[in-house]
């Protein structure tokens, strides 16, 4: 079974903060995605990398970063955490062929006090 | 802008009532639709649709694309209380280097 998995499932820090989530995949997968999802909201793009030292920004990359060193893992920054950036966080992961479907992490909820 | 629209937002049925879940897209370049169910952790995957007017099915669940009307319909028979989550439906396209849009969701409540 294909299994992305990230490293906290809760996590709570302060405003300011430089925070890390970290998400690895163990499927030799080429694409990695990171998504936040909120109520009413739906989930939304970050940033997604479809290779090694590759990434591209989603929908909303703004006060976020991504580094992708191996091809197992994809990590997301937030540099100086906000308390809109409250939120779930999904990371995914799909290989480069056609028609390929997305597998999820279990999702770390952020909360940013 | 591209968009995928999902109807109803939310929904509460008794057990054994038959539920359909609305899909409709506008986008470029058009690959795949894909339903997810979302429970309380990582969405599963459900149905990959591509082609029109060939519905995917498991179990109680079934699923079907019209390209022409640009959109997809997910079925559930005789539900269960552990049907009850979010679906999501995502639109994959070819020039969006693999990463799909996704709908806001479903929410889906099955009551004893």
């Known amino acids: 079974d294909v299994k992305v998995t990230q490293s906290s499932r809760y996590l709570v820090k302060r405003t300011g903060e430089k925070v890390f989530l970290e998400c690895v995949q163990d499927m030799d997968h080429e694409n990695m995605f990171w998504y936040r999802q909120d109520p009413g909201l739906g989930l939304r793009l970050i940033y997604f990398?479809?290779?090694?030292?590759?990434?591209e920004k989603g929908d909303i990359p703004e006060g976020y970063s991504v580094s992708r060193e191996k091809k197992e893992r994809f990590s997301l920054i937030l540099e100086s955490a906000s308390t809109n950036q409250t939120s779930m966080y999904l990371c995914?992961?799909?290989?480069?062929?056609?028609?390929?479907?997305?597998?999820f992490g279990s999702g770390t909820q952020l909360s940013v006090l | 802008e591209d968009k995928v629209v999902q109807s109803p937002l939310s929904l509460v049925v008794h057990e054994g009532d038959t539920v359909t879940l609305n899909c409709s897209y506008e986008v470029t370049n058009f690959r795949s639709l894909l339903w997810y169910k979302q429970e309380k952790k990582a969405p599963t995957f459900l149905f990959m649709l591509t082609s029109s007017g060939i519905e995917k099915k498991s179990g109680r669940l079934s699923s079907i694309l019209d390209k022409k009307e640009l959109f997809s319909i997910l079925n559930i028979t005789a539900t269960q209380t552990g049907d009850s989550a979010i679906y999501l439906c995502?639109?994959?396209?070819?020039?969006?280097?693999?990463?799909?849009?996704f709908g806001k969701g479903t929410s889906l409540l099955v009551t004893p």
């Open positions: 995502a639109v994959e396209q070819g020039n969006s280097g693999y990463a799909l849009n």
């Open positions: 990398s479809y290779d090694v030292k590759m990434k």
């Open positions: 995914a992961s799909s290989s480069h062929r056609v028609n390929e479907k997305l597998f």
